[in-house]
């Protein structure tokens, strides 16, 4: 989880750096920035109404272009970023779609429960043509859906009996608005009672409803008052305009934050002295200022910041977030890092995408379960003031050049989502270019592992699973016998083939007793360890060193515990694979070695070295030898014992049974008789 985060961080890092390295490629072709001012002197006709169009300001009846631009000079600022976001927004527009409401419900749903949007339906009556042609219905969606507000048809004759309780009786156009300016109010429909059926005329109601939930100021005692004044509201949004009434952007954007920002318009037309706005930091007309328990942020003088409907709501969702938006925030960096694997994933196509669904689903669901108890602990009334001082240090951090600089490329990619998968697809590939290289000189045999191979491993694993016990969980003793054991029997009947190949976990052979077999009158270990280094030859050195500093198992075998007869001290696993390395094959019998004395008449095995529950014996049915004086010794759950290398060949080879008597060597048993 570590790697795909730091890979995440590493991956915003280089969007970062992209996003200057385009900024300094526009600045060398054009010799401009984003944030440089435009002149709109300069621009063409259409150029100012489509800057007009994007801020939502109604310019009919102005057929003089000088008129227009001084009504964009009266609206804000123009930057460069906002004339290019501009053209690209008017070209993307032309792929909105509208909602066709099938029934009462469906439009209840969509229109009246959404309690913090707009929404501007046409009404079709029974048997009638629509108050808008196609055309014009088209270029209404397309000149409203850049603010945010939602579309949609209801056609009569798909629910008469609605439409009837409605009273809409004769085609219409309908605008659903919050009625009041609480967060979550109720909702009131608006109907169009307009005699001129043109777009044009259309919006502009749509604006003057909208408009008329924001607070209007138009004496300076009445802003100081208001300036003042402190209320519930922590965010205030400030207008300073020469205009008749608020753009329809600013206008959209306080029903969307009702309840987290105040928005308010300053009508400064008729203003002739303003000392007392210099006072407040208010230096030219128009201006955008925030307002702040903080302090004052002047809003459109750092990077990105543009007056338009997109740019001011992602500003204002950083500076006063809701839970909602935090959550999806934390699903789109949890998704983004749980793709990583995807690329950290080494081996088979199917086995990357069956991680990359397993790392999908246990992301999303620790996500999920982690906030259900955030969103409880913020109700709390003692953790009041701990949301406060987290909104307060937002605030401090949202305000600064490195958030406007995010904010830009925020705004930036997601206008542009081919740049954004594809530089992600890149970073991905250099991931698994990075991580094949490192396998392979780790030596790591993943890599090479095809669908086919992969695939037969994964249903091997599955049914091992699926059909046997799992003999991890399964400790000694057990209360059933083999007669006793009716699962077992029908498991095997049921399943003749997996009685032939058995697929059992190996994991269990760590848990068997395993010894070293004495003699009370044989030979000390001082004895075995002297005639160890007397050996000469090479053969007899090694044998020498297996029993002497071995286990007698292969690195990749598992030995269990482990106790020694002299001291009836348990050794772990891991403190007898140090002492006893074994980097060779495990041989099918157990060798003559030196060091090793045969058992004489005069000897009697240490049965008190002997775990409980073990057979009394000293030969290996295995390899048919005695045990030898010093030897390793392993032990089956039925209490059958035998050299430790014979039976470890034997269980690893499928036989995960005991060769005497057959019982099951990862299942329980108890009740011995020696």
Not at 86 to 105: D, K, Y
Not at 402 to 423: E, G, I, N
Not at 586 to 602: A, C, K, N, W
Request: overall charge negative; aromatic content about 12%.
């Amino acid at each position: 989880m570590w790697l795909k985060l730091f890979f995440l961080l590493l991956y915003f890092l280089v969007l970062f750096v992209l996003a200057r390295f385009f900024e300094a490629i526009v600045w060398y072709e054009t010799g401009v920035f984003a944030t440089q001012l435009v002149d709109p002197v300069a621009l063409s006709f259409k150029k100012l109404r489509t800057i007009l169009e994007c801020r939502g300001i109604c310019y009919a009846g102005l057929p003089e272009k000088k008129d227009v631009r001084e009504l964009v000079q009266k609206s804000g600022d123009l930057m460069e970023g906002e004339l290019y976001s501009a053209l690209r927004e008017e070209e993307a527009s032309e792929s909105t779609s509208s909602t066709n409401f099938s029934g009462e419900m469906h439009f209840y749903e969509q229109v009246e429960d959404t309690k913090d949007g707009i929404w501007l339906v046409q009404v079709v009556a029974k048997d009638k043509d629509p108050l808008l042609c196609k055309d014009q219905w088209h270029k209404m969606v397309k000149k409203v859906s850049q603010f945010g507000i939602r579309t949609g048809t209801f056609n009569c004759s798909s629910d008469p009996r609605y439409c009837s309780k409605r009273g809409w009786l004769k085609s219409t156009l309908i605008m659903s608005i919050p009625q009041t300016n609480t967060s979550k109010g109720k909702v009131m429909l608006k109907e169009y009672s307009g005699r001129k059926i043109e777009v044009e005329q259309i919006f502009k109601w749509i604006n003057a409803h909208v408009a008329s939930r924001i607070k209007t100021i138009r004496s300076t005692d009445q802003l100081m008052e208001e300036w003042n004044k402190s209320d519930r509201y922590l965010v205030k949004m400030y207008l300073f305009a020469n205009l008749d009434q608020p753009p329809a952007f600013y206008s959209v954007l306080s029903v969307k934050f009702t309840g987290r920002v105040e928005f308010i318009f300053v009508d400064v037309q008729n203003w002739n002295n303003d000392s007392r706005v210099k006072e407040i930091g208010v230096q030219q007309f128009p201006a955008y200022v925030v307002k702040t328990p903080e302090g004052i942020y002047k809003y459109g003088n750092t990077t990105g910041e543009f007056i338009s409907h997109h740019a001011m709501d992602v500003f204002l969702r950083s500076l006063q977030p809701e839970v909602n938006d935090l959550f999806v925030l934390s699903l789109v960096l949890v998704n983004l890092m749980a793709w990583m694997d995807l690329f950290i994933t080494q081996g088979a196509t199917i086995k990357r995408f069956v991680v990359l669904i397993s790392t999908l689903g246990t992301y999303n669901s620790l996500l999920i379960m982690s906030w259900l108890p955030i969103i409880g602990f913020l109700q709390l009334p003692y953790l009041e003031s701990f949301y406060e001082y987290s909104l307060k240090f937002l605030r401090y951090a949202n305000t600064t050049t490195l958030a406007s600089w995010v904010r830009a490329d925020w705004t930036f990619y997601s206008s542009h989502p081919a740049l954004f998968l594809s530089t992600y697809l890149g970073h991905g590939l250099l991931i698994d270019y990075f991580e094949k290289k490192r396998r392979r000189n780790n030596n790591d045999d993943e890599i090479n592992v095809n669908n086919l191979e992969w695939l037969s491993s994964l249903w091997d694993w599955y049914t091992s699973y699926l059909f046997h016990p799992i003999a991890s969980f399964q400790h000694y003793p057990h209360t059933l016998d083999w007669e006793e054991d009716p699962d077992l029997l029908l498991e095997r009947l049921a399943f003749p083939d997996l009685w032939l190949h058995p697929l059992i976990p190996t994991d269990y052979i760590k848990n068997l007793p395993t010894w070293r077999f004495k003699c009370v009158t044989g030979h000390s270990e001082d004895e075995i360890s002297e005639s160890c280094h007397e050996t000469d030859s090479d053969s007899e050195n090694e044998s020498c060193d297996v029993m002497c500093n071995k286990s007698g198992i292969s690195d990749n075998e598992e030995a269990g515990t482990h106790l020694m007869p002299a001291e009836g001290k348990v050794l772990t696993n891991e403190e007898t694979n140090a002492n006893e390395r074994n980097s060779g094959n495990i041989p099918q019998s157990t060798p003559r070695l030196h060091g090793m004395t045969s058992i004489t008449d005069d000897d009697e095995p240490d049965w008190s070295t002997w775990p409980n529950n073990m057979l009394h014996c000293s030969e290996c049915v295995v390899c048919l030898e005695n045990f030898r004086n010093g030897c390793l010794i392993m032990g089956l759950p039925c209490g059958h014992v035998f050299h430790q290398q014979c039976i470890v060949v034997w269980l690893a080879g499928g036989r995960h049974c005991c060769p005497v008597c057959r019982w099951a060597s990862y299942k329980k048993k108890h009740n011995f008789v020696r």
